[in-house]
């Protein structure tokens, strides 16, 4: 329930058009919605600035479209991550409207009729194309928040020209997330690169000694840069959901 609502039934109660019973329930009920099999936190983007976010991993494609519709019931985003082809079709087919990545494994769905307005510029790197599923989650994340976003693919250290050639479009960023898998060394060089927050965000892309992410993120905990912090391994979305709060705090405060 936003701030709007609440002093509507604010200005109810005041006029005598409601009970204070009948104010807590509905205050109790906007909180949350229990569907048996979710408990659809509907107080979140009050509270954190964006509504609750639905993991699909481990979930059946029913689960997932039961708590799609509360959030659209709810008049609020929606966005899910993780979603697998057979939840991908589902989704599909019960909300055409919702737009799909395939790459990235996100399902988003704005609120009906309304466009929020942009803020803040993000602008998210790969080391290799390989890490392209990560930054895409990334990428859909930090637009789903309201960034402006651009996405730079490829320029890892092998070629370190590659990324020196992009200094302009780093400059203007508000915050920066990286995505590399190997050796882990790109976000140590972009953070020696730019005055912003450097998002590191480890990809599981690697041979053996890579161990699926771990020395990636090993190496990315380790930075030299004193503005680089690190998100999980594979976690596209933790890194684009920082990224954006970040960008648009810093041009709040302009």
């Known amino acids: 329930m936003n701030e709007q609502a609440i002093l509507q039934l ?6 005598g058009q409601l009970t204070s019973d009948a104010v807590a329930k509905q205050l ?4 949350s ?12 983007a009050r509270r954190c600035g964006y509504p609750e976010v639905i993991l699909c991993q481990g979930k059946t494609a ?7 519709r509360r959030l659209i019931d709810a008049k609020q985003d929606c966005l899910a991550t993780r979603v ?32 929020a307005a942009t803020s ?17 989650e990334a990428v859909v994340t930090a637009r789903a928040l309201g960034a402006n976003v651009e996405l730079i693919v490829d320029v890892g250290v092998a070629g370190i020209h590659r990324i020196l050639n992009q200094r302009q479009r780093l400059a203007e960023a508000d915050a920066v997330v990286v995505c590399a898998g190997m050796d882990g060394a790109l976000p140590s060089v972009v953070g020696g690169l730019v005055d912003c927050p450097v ?9 053996g000694t890579c161990f699926n992410g771990v020395a990636p993120l090993l190496t990315m905990l380790n930075a030299c840069s004193a503005n680089v912090v690190v ?15 970040m960008a648009k705090r810093a041009r709040v405060r302009e």
């Open 84 to 115: 697998n082809a057979e939840q991908a079709a589902h989704l599909a087919n019960q909300f055409p409207e919702g737009q799909q990545d395939l790459l990235a494994r996100t399902f988003w769905l704005p609120t009906p009729g309304a466009r």
């Open 231 to 245: 998100v999980n391994i594979d976690s596209g979305f933790k890194g684009g959901y920082v990224a954006a709060l």
């Open 62 to 68: 029913e689960w997932v479209e039961g708590v799609v």
């Open 120 to 136: 803040g510029n993000v602008l998210v790197v790969t080391a290799g194309t390989g890490d392209l599923p990560v930054a895409q």
């Open 199 to 207: 998002i590191a965000v480890p990809t599981s892309i690697g041979y």
């Open 33 to 44: 919605a229990d569907l048996g099999y979710a408990t659809v936190d509907l107080d979140r």
């Open 28 to 31: 109790a009920l906007q909180a």
């Open 10 to 15: 604010l200005a109810q109660l005041q006029a």
